[in-house]
């Protein structure tokens, strides 16, 4: 399901009613308002030179109504403001021809980077030098290439798949499905760049999905064996030398997902995040941490109400960790990694949204500053610089851009739990507002405070609606407990959660009740299926990658292993709990009008999904309509793609919320 995008304090429920303005951050600028059709630009990945002297970037303009940029750039900035350089790619700035995967030599005398070969799943890698110059070659490689990483010593390792034919991820465009089906998988490997060639550090029959390297050599990371998009959620974690897997840790239950795994700087634990996830990259939970001999891993956030969303060691081999509690982002320290720490130490705290690679940024030893991409609803993404709470900003590219809209931090109690989301109002909003509520993909995932251009909100926003955006039962945020409490119980408790938060959103604002409308994308695709089918509250909806029988939806998808720590057992030893929350088996019930659309090859929701809950709905005399992207997989990149479904959505709504 759909990863995006990761974030303590409770409140009493008359606060929460009231609601919390988030204000602009101090340092964005407030400057007139600029034209509708001017991009938002976005940092894909932000990374700070070990002597903290440099900052990397992989950037581009998003396009309308989508968020990858087409064109990306590789841009790196002296840290004093004082010089920036966009390093020209051998395969000059045109679609597809992208940099990635940045790493910077320990010494932070270069950096490299893969470029992805344009119409083709082959890359390179190359080396710059901070101010640009001395651009080279280091490989070529037939297949993909990801997360470069440097020793200590200097040597650079990543992460391939030899004869790709697909990019790697289970959002990614599926290949087509034809040929032998059994045929032994394409498997990830770790391996080390020597002469211009890679040699294999991890066993060909495990797909490695993240890695970091032990001092003096050696790696450990987390594998499974077969399908590299399905087997993530039993991925167990190894210790890798050259051909050898040793296997350090298996969790502890089906419903525990393993990711970030961190070498501390002594060489002598790793720590990691564990919890249910329902899709890589989408990651939150507990923090742990195991001798990396093996033995017994220790929970060192217990009963933590909130959800650790990267981690990292200081050079001074103390734990730090990126948390989500609630409506607020999180900088901790959890002290040597050796003992439970009920009170993290807080470095900084706010209603932001941070991004980077470890505990909220790139950090650099020994300075203890680190570099994150920045943003809120108000304020758009920049490049701050700094020690946490800190920083200052290096980038200035979006300035200008005005977002036009309050943003409240909602919170309410829903069947014992605490439950928060965020309500966005036009401004100058006057009289009965329509509202339209998006349920976030997942379900292990959280909406945060991050700036969206031109798109779907924003053509809310300027048509006078309100926007509710909940985290219910299942979200990060509140803690391991509550990302567990939809187990077997998909569109019953977490669509009561919902319905509660629209209840206090209509009591902390003028939301006119009889004009609300319906929509998300994945998990938010089958909530907004399934509610239809359960409420006759909602006028209009528009379903994204839905899902409508998780039965058919069994044989049909690319990532069935993610459904069992959901349900608890396949469809074919418990169809029932799968058939309770099928939409399809309700959808006599179904009157809202809804258009649903999804890409051609996604492997995640398969089209098919899309197309029954259209057929479905056709029987049941409801208005409907449907659209399939060709050659699309789990969100639309093609740019006309995006644009052709936000235009359709919003006339979807417009005639029926009017």
């Known amino acids: 399901m759909t990863p995006r995008y990761l974030r303590f304090l409770a409140t009493g429920l008359a606060a929460a009613l009231a ?59 002296r840290v004093n403001g004082t010089q920036e350089v966009k390093v020209p790619l051998p395969c000059g700035r045109v679609p597809q021809c ?13 950096l490299a980077f893969t470029v992805r070969t344009p119409g083709s799943h082959s890359y390179s890698v190359y080396t710059v030098a901070p101010d640009g110059t001395r651009l080279a070659k280091a490989l070529d490689f037939s297949g993909t290439l990801v997360d470069l990483k440097y020793s200590r010593e200097g040597t650079l390792a990543m992460l391939a798949v030899e004869n790709a034919r697909k990019e790697v991820g289970a959002t990614e465009a599926g290949a087509a499905v034809a040929g032998d089906l059994d045929a032994a998988p394409a498997e990830q490997r770790i391996a080390i760049l020597s002469s211009g060639k890679l040699v294999w550090a991890s066993p060909a029959d495990l797909f490695v999905y993240e890695f970091d390297w032990r001092p003096g050599g050696g790696f450990v990371g987390t594998a499974a064996p077969g399908d590299g998009d399905n087997n993530w959620w039993i991925a167990k974690l190894y210790a890798f030398a050259p051909g050898s897997a040793q296997l350090l840790y298996t969790p502890s239950s089906i419903e525990q997902q393993l990711t970030r795994p961190r070498v501390s700087p002594d060489g002598r634990t790793v720590a990691f995040i564990a919890g249910i996830m329902s899709d890589f990259g989408s990651v939150g939970g507990d923090v742990y941490t195991l001798p990396i001999t093996g033995g017994t891993a220790l929970n060192v956030t217990p009963g933590m109400k909130a959800s650790a969303l990267g981690i990292g060691w200081s050079c001074k081999g103390t734990l730090r960790a990126q948390l989500l509690e609630s409506d607020q982002d999180q900088i901790v320290e959890l002290g040597a990694g050796s003992a439970a720490t009920p009170t993290p130490v807080v470095l900084w705290s706010g209603p932001d949204t941070l991004e980077g690679d470890d505990a909220g940024g790139s950090w650099a030893c020994p300075s203890g500053a680190l570099a994150a991409v920045r943003e809120t609803y108000t304020a758009p993404p920049e490049i701050v610089v700094g020690p946490p709470g800190r920083w200052s900003r290096l980038t200035h590219v979006n300035d200008g851009l005005n977002a036009h809209l309050e943003a409240r931090s909602i919170k309410w109690r829903s069947e014992g739990f605490d439950v928060q989301g965020w309500l966005l109002l036009p401004e100058h909003a006057t009289g009965k507002l329509p509202m339209i509520t998006i349920v976030h993909g997942g379900p292990a ?5 991050v700036f969206r251009g031109p798109g779907l909100q924003a053509s809310m926003l300027q048509r006078g609606w309100a926007v509710f955006r909940p985290n219910p039962r299942g979200s990060f945020g509140q803690g391991e407990r509550f990302t567990l409490a939809n187990r077997r119980d998909f569109g019953y408790g977490d669509l009561r959660d919902i319905l509660a938060g629209i209840d206090a959103a209509g009591s902390a604002a003028p939301i006119d009740a009889t004009r609300l409308g319906l929509t998300g994308g994945s998990y938010g695709g089958f909530m907004t299926m399934f509610a239809i089918t359960q409420t006759q509250r909602f006028k209009a909806a528009v379903a994204a990658a839905g899902i409508s029988n998780w039965q058919s939806y069994y044989g ?48 995640e929701c398969p089209a098919p999904q899309t197309q029954e809950f259209w057929r479905a709905m056709q029987a049941a005399g409801a208005p409907t309509s449907i659209m399939i992207y060709p050659g699309e997989g789990h969100g639309l990149r093609d740019p006309a793609n995006a644009a052709d479904a936000l235009q359709r959505s919003l006339d979807w709504f417009d005639k029926y919320l009017k």
Do not use: C
């Open 19 to 77: 609601g919390m303005t988030v204000p602009v951050r101090a340092d964005a600028p407030a400057a007139p308002q600029q034209p509708a059709e001017r991009a938002l630009h976005v940092y894909l990945e932000v990374h700070l030179s070990p002597d903290a002297n440099w900052v990397a970037a992989v950037e581009g303009d998003a396009p309308n109504g989508g968020y990858y940029p087409v064109v990306r750039d590789l841009v790196i900035r």
């Open 98 to 110: 992208w940099p990635g995967s940045l790493a910077w030599h320990p010494d932070g005398s270069r």
């Open 445 to 449: 995932a959280a909406e945060q405070p």
């Open 556 to 603: 049909q998808n690319g990532i069935d292993a993610w459904m069992l720590p959901y349900f608890g057992a396949s469809v074919y030893d418990d169809p029932a709990v799968y058939a309770r929350s099928s939409a399809v088996n309700f959808i006599k019930q179904a009157r809202t009008p809804t258009f649903a659309y999804v890409g051609e090859r996604d492997i």
